[in-house]
C-alpha cells in the first residue's frame, strides 16, 4: 500500500531533551516535506526536500534540522526542544510539487 | 505570495443534507487538493483536482481554473463526514503547499 508513514504518533518530551521524528515513504517520491499544524496558524511549512542532499528551508524552519541521505527517508530533528514547538506535525511527499501530495498521519509533540 | 480563501468557516448540517463549500486562490495553478481532517487530527485527501469535475462517492469536486476557484460538494452527509476540509495550491515558487483557514463540518445525527 502506497503510504507516507511517521513515527512517533504521539510524544511527550522535555525541555532540551534531543528528539527525532522519522518519516518514510515507498512511493519514491522525490519531494518531501514537514509542516506544523497550530491553533489558529494553520499549516505552516518547516523544511523540504527536492531530492537526495538537497534541502531548503521553509516558512518556519528555526529549531529545526532535516536530512535526506536516502530518497525514502526524511526525520526531523529537533535537537534542543522548546515548549514553542509544541504542535502536530506532518510530512508529506509527491513526485514534484505538481504532483499529488501525501500526508502521514500525524506526529502530537509536546513539549513540558 | 498566493492567497487562498475557503468558506463558509463553519458549517452545520443534519445528517442527509447536501453541502458546498468553496476555495478561491488568488492567482493561476496547476494544482489543486481538497484534504479532509478527521478528528483524529489525521489530513486523508480527496481529491487532486487542477481543473475540471471529479467524483468519488458522495463527494465531488469541481475546478474552474480560469476564475481561480473550486468546489467540493458533499450529498447526503453523515456524522463521518464531521471534520475539517481544507483545499491547498501550490506557492508561487513551488515550494510549499499553502492552505487554506479550512471549513470546520459537523454533521449532526
Known amino acids: 500500500e502506497a503510504q507516507v508513514t511517521q513515527n512517533p504518533r504521539y510524544l511527550i518530551t522535555v525541555t532540551g531533551k534531543k528528539l527525532t521524528v522519522t518519516c518514510s515513504q515507498n512511493?519514491?517520491?522525490?519531494?518531501m516535506s514537514w509542516y506544523r499544524q497550530d491553533p489558529g496558524l494553520g499549516l505552516r511549512q518547516i523544511y523540504y526536500s527536492m531530492n537526495v542532499e538537497v534541502t531548503d528551508k521553509g516558512d518556519v524552519p528555526e529549531g529545526y534540522k532535516v536530512s535526506r541521505k536516502e530518497k525514502r527517508n526524511f526525520p526531523l530533528i529537533l535537537e534542543s526542544p522548546s515548549p514553542n514547538q509544541t504542535s502536530l506535525y506532518f510530512c508529506?511527499?509527491?513526485?514534484?510539487?505538481?504532483?499529488?501530495?501525501?500526508f502521514g498521519q500525524g506526529t502530537r509533540l509536546t513539549v513540558v | 505570495g498566493i492567497q487562498v480563501e475557503q468558506s463558509p468557516p463553519d458549517l452545520i448540517l443534519q445528517e442527509g443534507a447536501n453541502s458546498t463549500l468553496r476555495c478561491n486562490f488568488s492567482?493561476?495553478?496547476?494544482?489543486l487538493q481538497w484534504f479532509h481532517q478527521n478528528p483524529w487530527g489525521q489530513l486523508i485527501n480527496l481529491f487532486y483536482i487542477p481543473s475540471g469535475t471529479k467524483q468519488n462517492g458522495r463527494l465531488s469536486a469541481t475546478t474552474v481554473a480560469t476564475e481561480r476557484y473550486s468546489l467540493l460538494y458533499i450529498s447526503s452527509s453523515q456524522t463521518t463526514d464531521s471534520g475539517v476540509y481544507f483545499c491547498?495550491?501550490?506557492?508561487?515558487?513551488?515550494?510549499?503547499?499553502?492552505f487554506g483557514k479550512g471549513t470546520m463540518l459537523l454533521v449532526s445525527p
Open positions: 512511493m519514491n517520491h522525490e519531494y
Open positions: 508529506a511527499s509527491s513526485f514534484n510539487m505538481n504532483t499529488e501530495a501525501f
Open positions: 492567482d493561476s495553478v496547476n494544482n
Open positions: 491547498a495550491v501550490p506557492n508561487s515558487g513551488y515550494s510549499t503547499l499553502t
